[in-house]
C-alpha cells in the first residue's frame, strides 16, 4: 500500500513557475515507481514525468523536456514537480501516483491538483 498526497499548484502567468509536491507513505518504495500524470479538460490523461524511487532513474514526456523536473528526497519521502516556463496547455489536473516497477498501470493515486496557467 502507497498513500500519496499532493500540495502546491495554483494559478500561474504563462512564463512563470510553480512547484508540486507529492508527500509519500508505505512500505516497500523502492520497488515503485512514481509518476506525475494530468489530466486537461476534455483530453486523455497523460504520463508527464516518472522517476524510480531507488534510483532516481527518470522520463519525460516531450512536451515539457527541458521545463518539468521531477525530483524526490527519500529522507522526506517526497516526490516534487518543478515546472517552470509554463504555457497555457499546462493547464490541468495533476495527479501524482505509483505503480510497482516493470508494471503498467498506475495503481495508487493521490487527489490531484489543479494548475492553471494565463496567457
Known amino acids: 500500500q502507497v498513500q500519496l498526497v499532493e500540495s502546491g499548484g495554483g494559478l500561474a502567468q504563462a512564463g512563470g513557475s510553480l512547484r508540486l509536491s507529492c508527500a509519500v507513505s508505505?512500505?516497500?518504495?523502492?520497488?515503485?515507481?512514481m509518476g506525475w500524470l494530468r489530466q486537461a479538460p476534455g483530453k486523455e490523461r497523460e504520463v508527464v514525468t516518472a522517476?524510480?524511487?531507488?534510483?532516481?532513474?527518470?522520463y519525460y514526456v516531450d512536451s515539457v523536456k527541458g521545463r518539468f523536473t521531477v525530483s524526490r528526497d527519500n529522507r522526506k519521502n517526497t516526490m516534487y514537480l518543478q515546472m517552470d516556463s509554463l504555457k497555457p496547455e499546462d493547464t490541468a489536473i495533476y495527479y501524482c501516483a505509483a505503480k510497482v516497477r516493470g508494471s503498467q498501470e498506475y495503481k495508487y493515486w493521490g487527489q490531484g491538483t489543479q494548475v492553471t496557467v494565463s496567457s
Open positions: 508505505g512500505s516497500n518504495l523502492i520497488m515503485y515507481t
Open positions: 522517476v524510480t524511487w531507488s534510483e532516481g532513474i527518470t
